[in-house]
């Protein structure tokens, strides 16, 4: 008898005992832990940041038509600032950068667990880059500067407060001034490259040779 009793109860022991256990145990495997969170969220910064940066690098790359083109206008103080805008845009992606960086090997330290509340710190302040970042994507307000419009003054004033409050430094001034004239060093150098039109081609050309033909014409009739 004492043998089917203990039996019994070591069926039930094992059906809601070490059951219990057994399940206890496997939703502690299954906890999201804040490492894992980390990882996800390290991972969703890289992903946005590599779709950004494919988006900006066509605005950056109309910054500097612009700039060219501001130039040709005569408008070295738009095209500057024009500039300034770029190296600006560009100190965000390398700052977004670093920050992934900083953080992976925060999440890969063994001492992550001391860590923790820095790195979640650091992921929040990744999240306000790219979110600056995505207020950079705009190919319109770059080509706004080109007109000699409201819209295009205050564009520009937006710059200057823009960069006044991002530590703009004056080696990034020297930076853009290097970038500004090697463009106007390089629109020199097409310009001497231009094949020049001889004298003789100028005067039989058609557009030449009509107002003489017409003067020719009427000096005749004249006489």
């Known amino acids: 008898q004492k043998s089917k009793e203990g039996s019994m109860g070591g069926l039930l022991s094992n059906l809601f005992g070490e059951g219990t256990g057994g399940g206890a145990k496997r939703n502690q495997q299954n906890r999201v832990t804040p490492h894992d969170r980390a990882i996800l969220d390290l991972k969703v910064q890289r992903d946005k940041l590599s779709q950004y940066q494919k988006r900006i690098n066509g605005v950056l790359e109309r910054e500097t038509e612009v700039a ?5 206008q005569n408008k070295r103080k738009e095209a ?12 965000l992606l390398e700052k977004s950068k670093a920050s992934l960086q900083n953080i992976q090997e925060m999440v890969d330290s063994i001492e992550f667990a001391q860590m923790e509340q820095q790195v979640f710190r650091a992921l929040e302040g990744g999240n306000k880059v790219l979110k600056d970042i995505h207020e950079e994507m705009s190919i319109e307000k770059v080509e706004q500067i080109l007109a000699d419009t409201e819209e295009s003054i205050q564009y520009q004033k937006e710059i200057e407060e823009l960069l ?15 970038e500004l004239n090697e463009i106007i060093q390089q629109a020199e150098r097409d310009n001497a490259t231009m094949p020049s039109v001889p004298m003789d081609e100028l005067d039989n050309s058609p557009e030449v040779k009509a107002p003489q033909a017409q003067r020719e ?7």
């Open 68 to 72: 060219r083109e501001l130039l040709r």
């Open 80 to 91: 500057l600032l024009v500039l300034k805008k770029k190296k600006y845009q560009e100190n």
């Open 164 to 178: 006044g409050g991002s530590g703009w430094s004056a080696e990034n001034d020297e930076l853009v001034e290097a």
């Open 217 to 223: 014409k009427k000096a005749l009739l004249a006489e």
